[in-house]
């Protein structure tokens, strides 16, 4: 989860994650060399009188500017798009989840078992056991087996929200009457913190989503116990 001050991305725990802090980056270092070119060029604008006649009026100049910004975008959007695709893809997930978002909680059903399903609600400060975080613990956690391709199935029954896990990757939108699908898949097992993305009413930021990635035998273990 994001620590005090801190100004980058939460360490990625998914492979999309991985793949959107590399175009993070690589987008980032594209912008920061066009900063620097057009800095360089007003600086040396404004602090030399010298002109050279050849280059204000030059077809190659002007082909060179018009092809290079055609040339960095197309470097941009093909590795967006490759992103945009693998988050969309769902291939033979494991298990299913279905997400329900309320004013102003979560609610969850493993749909590949038959009595696993359970409302999920913020634990009030007053309530915190030492060491649990404000704002984000809740009383029913979604444990979920690690390196397992999952699919969850996000809706909502009242209003707009957005059911989003930034270590993960993800954030889907859950809108009344329409189910969203996203692929979640950890490589690592811990707890991952989200909140609800969307306003949602006077209570939005008290809708916080925990998930507990734990190997494939302790989520056996777990759910024979409900």
Known sequence: MAYPFQLGFQDASSPI????????????????????????????MLTTK?????????????????????VILILIALPSLRILYMMDEINNPAMTVKTMGHQWYWSYEYTDYTDISFDSYMIPTSELEPGGLRLLEVDNRVVLPMEIPIRMLVSSEDVLHSWAIPALGLKTDAIPGRLNQ????????????????????????????????????????WSSTL
């Open 182 to 221: 996203a692929t979640l898949s950890s490589n690592r097992p811990g707890l991952f913190y989200g909140q609800c993305s969307e306003i949602c009413g006077s209570n939005h930021s008290f809708m916080p989503i925990v998930l507990e990635i734990v190997p494939l035998n302790h989520f056996e273990n």
């Open 50 to 70: 010298l002109t050279h006649t050849s280059t204000m009026d030059a077809q190659e100049v002007e082909t060179i500017w018009t092809i290079l910004p055609a």
């Open 17 to 44: 994650m991985e793949e959107l802090i590399h175009f993070h980056d690589h987008t980032l270092m594209i912008v920061f060399l066009i900063s620097s070119l057009v800095l360089y060029v007003i600086s040396a």
